[in-house]
């Protein structure tokens, strides 16, 4: 289940020629973004404050949904499988705002040029 959902979230991710990639590390952005100009780095923050609005969403979600399971209940599969959900989604949100820092970081180097 859990698999299912990281090839979920991946998906919406990568989707449609979207520039937001977790996987890059902040020292790979400012090497990408080196020759390119503040518009396209502006938007390639735009999608990474989209996919980080949609990131929060599902994590007040799968939040919400732990909250539902009785205290009694803590401890079993089911809110283990939430809880291991819920760590996936805040490994990847802070990823997420790390890149986008780094981009932030460039357009900001940019507007100093």
Same mark, same amino acid.
């Given at each position: 289940?859990?698999?299912?959902?990281?090839?979920?979230?991946?998906?919406?991710?990568?989707?449609?020629?979207?520039?937001?990639?977790?996987?890059?590390?902040?020292?790979?952005?400012?090497?990408?973004?080196?020759?390119?100009?503040?518009?396209?780095?502006?938007?390639?923050? #735009?999608?990474?404050?989209?996919?980080?609005?949609?990131?929060?969403?599902?994590?007040?979600?799968?939040?919400?949904?732990?909250?539902?399971?009785?205290?009694?209940?803590?401890? !079993? #599969?089911?809110?283990? !499988?939430?809880?291991? #959900?819920?760590?996936?989604?805040?490994?990847?949100?802070?990823?997420?705002?790390?890149?986008?820092?780094?981009?932030?970081? !460039?357009?900001?180097?940019?507007?100093?040029?």
């Amino acid at each position: 289940m859990t698999l299912a959902c990281a090839f979920v979230a991946a998906g919406m991710l990568t989707g449609c020629g979207s520039s937001v990639d977790e996987n890059k590390t902040p020292e790979e952005i400012r090497q990408e973004i080196a020759d390119w100009d503040a518009a396209k780095i502006q938007k390639v923050i #735009d999608e990474y404050s989209r996919a980080i609005a949609e990131k929060t969403s599902e994590l007040a979600a799968k939040t919400d949904e732990l909250k539902e399971i009785p205290l009694t209940e803590m401890l !079993g #599969d089911k809110a283990k !499988g939430i809880q291991g #959900d819920i760590a996936e989604i805040t490994k990847s949100l802070g990823k997420l705002k790390d890149n986008m820092a780094a981009y932030a970081e !460039g357009l900001k180097a940019k507007a100093g040029n």
